[in-house]
């Protein structure tokens, strides 16, 4: 899972352009990957949710997910929601991602587990989705 960020001038305005994207490996190692971008949106942590929603949603129903991603932010905005359901998520920063994460692994009978991994600290598949 990885997000990063681009900020180019584009007929003489500013654009910033986050990246983001995923890869996944069958039992024999064989990668599946999705890059995209999203646009005026500079937050790192707006990509790698988005990473994670489109993950969650490319998941088969009945499935279990594991997502390494070197984002706290990410890691606690999905937990803080899980964690307060009555809470008005409107209050909380992407707040649409992050129910669209939730309602689609719902949906989908997904069990979902996030896990943080440093960043550039030499974990393989980590550094092979960065690169996407």
């Keep these: 899972m990885d997000g990063s960020l681009i900020k180019k001038d584009n007929n003489n305005s500013h654009v910033t352009t986050m990246g983001c994207g995923w890869c996944t490996f069958d039992e024999n190692d064989t990668e599946f990957n999705f890059s995209g971008k999203v646009e005026n949106f500079a937050s790192s942590t707006h990509a ?3 990473a994670i929603l489109t993950a969650v949603y490319a998941t088969p129903k009945h499935s279990r997910l594991c997502i390494f991603t070197d984002s706290q ?3 606690d905005a999905i937990a803080n929601a899980a964690a307060n359901p009555r809470k008005a998520h409107r209050k909380l920063k992407n707040w649409t991602i992050v129910k669209a ?3 689609i692994a719902n949906v ?3 069990t979902l587990r996030l896990e943080k991994v440093k960043a ?4 393989i598949h980590n550094y092979t989705c960065s690169q996407n």
Excluded: K, Y
């Design 48 to 50: 790698e949710l988005m």
């Design 73 to 75: 932010a990410a890691i």
């Design 101 to 103: 994460i939730e309602e």
């Design 120 to 123: 550039h600290s030499g974990v």
């Design 108 to 110: 989908q009978n997904l």
